[in-house]
């Protein structure tokens, strides 16, 4: 069966997550569908989660300062020690109430133990602290 989408992250952008255009930079977005990957991710184990992949990443509209971006995540393969997870990224426009659909990831985090290496995140846990 097909798992819903859950909100994952919701954040405002601010005037340091901008280029010298105004908008905001792109890797600014990759580093929160990283952090959506890794919020889903933690769900289904409570050990260290490593970003393995991220594939490739088109952006549909710009994202402007104030703009509310929300990110939803997907899981769409289950693994043994890996899980992939899509990434929807929207925007509620500062002015306004338009929500522009930003772009779309799919990310794999790999659970490890604390030697790095891959285990299954079934796993009792291993990161409690
Ligand atoms: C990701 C990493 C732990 C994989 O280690 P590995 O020994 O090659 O992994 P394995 O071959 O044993 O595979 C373990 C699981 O990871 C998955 N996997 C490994 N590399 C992958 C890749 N590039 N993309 C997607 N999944 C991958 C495998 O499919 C497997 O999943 P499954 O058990 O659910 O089927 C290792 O390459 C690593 O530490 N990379 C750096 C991660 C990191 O630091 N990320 C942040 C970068 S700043």
């Given at each position: 069966?097909e798992?819903?989408?859950a909100?994952?992250l919701?954040v405002?952008?601010?005037?340091?997550?901008?280029?010298?255009?105004g908008?905001?930079f792109?890797?600014?977005?990759l580093?929160y569908?990283?952090?959506?990957g890794?919020?889903?991710c933690?769900?289904?184990?409570?050990?260290?989660?490593?970003?393995?992949s991220?594939d490739?990443v088109d952006?549909k509209?710009?994202?402007?300062?104030?703009?509310i971006v929300?990110?939803y995540?997907r899981?769409?393969?289950m693994?043994?020690k890996?899980?992939?997870?899509?990434?929807d990224?929207?925007?509620?426009?500062?002015a306004?109430?338009?929500?522009?659909h930003?772009?779309?990831?799919?990310?794999?985090?790999?659970s490890?133990?604390?030697?790095?290496r891959?285990?299954?995140?079934?796993d009792?846990?291993?990161?409690?602290g």
């Amino acid at each position: 069966m097909e798992q819903e989408r859950a909100l994952a992250l919701r954040v405002v952008m601010m005037p340091r997550d901008t280029n010298v255009y105004g908008t905001v930079f792109g890797g600014v977005i990759l580093s929160y569908i990283d952090q959506a990957g890794f919020v889903e991710c933690r769900r289904h184990g409570r050990h260290r989660w490593v970003t393995a992949s991220m594939d490739r990443v088109d952006f549909k509209a710009p994202v402007q300062v104030g703009d509310i971006v929300s990110l939803y995540a997907r899981p769409t393969r289950m693994g043994t020690k890996s899980i992939t997870v899509q990434i929807d990224v929207e925007a509620e426009r500062y002015a306004g109430t338009e929500v522009a659909h930003v772009t779309q990831a799919t990310v794999t985090l790999v659970s490890v133990g604390p030697d790095g290496r891959p285990i299954p995140f079934r796993d009792p846990p291993t990161f409690v602290g």
